[in-house]
Nanobody, 127 residues
Framework: QVQLVESGGGLVQAGGSLRLSCAAS????????MGWFRQTPGKEREFVAT????????YYTDTVKGRFTISRDNTKNTVYLQMNSLKPEDTAVYYC????????????????????WGQGTQVTVSS
């Protein structure tokens, strides 16, 4: 199993940037697809971005394309989410997750395909 700890959330003005980090532990971290998801009160957790185990493929929800970038550094066991041009509607708790099966491409973006989750980090974008 992969253990995950997110960091980097905070309060930012609209148009600003934040970079989230997700530190993973566990020897097989580099063989799992990774993802970022977000959740607001009263709503289901939703897909934001995923990346394949090798880092060669990435997927984004339409509302963040061109603004967010997911990346991973397998030498540091860390996944990142660079968020630019933030909007108030990006306000949410952001969660990092590892895929349930090894060598995933990241194309299966539903949260049910991810078996390990971090505790979440709050991102608040003020208007």
């Amino acid at each position: 199993q992969v253990q995950l700890v997110e960091s980097g959330g905070g309060l930012v003005q609209a148009g600003g940037s934040l970079r989230l980090s997700c530190a993973a532990s566990g020897r097989t971290y580099s063989t799992y697809a990774m993802g970022w998801f977000r959740q607001t009160p009263g709503k289901e957790r939703e897909f934001v971005a995923t990346i394949s185990w090798s880092g060669s493929s990435t997927y984004y929800t339409d509302t963040v394309k061109g603004r967010f970038t997911i990346s991973r550094d397998n030498t540091k066991n860390t996944v990142y989410l660079q968020m630019n041009s933030l909007k108030p509607e990006d306000t949410a708790v952001y969660y990092c997750a590892a895929g349930s099966t090894r060598y995933g491409s990241g194309s299966r973006t539903h949260p049910s395909n991810f078996g390990s989750w971090g505790q979440g980090t709050q991102v608040t974008v003020s208007s």
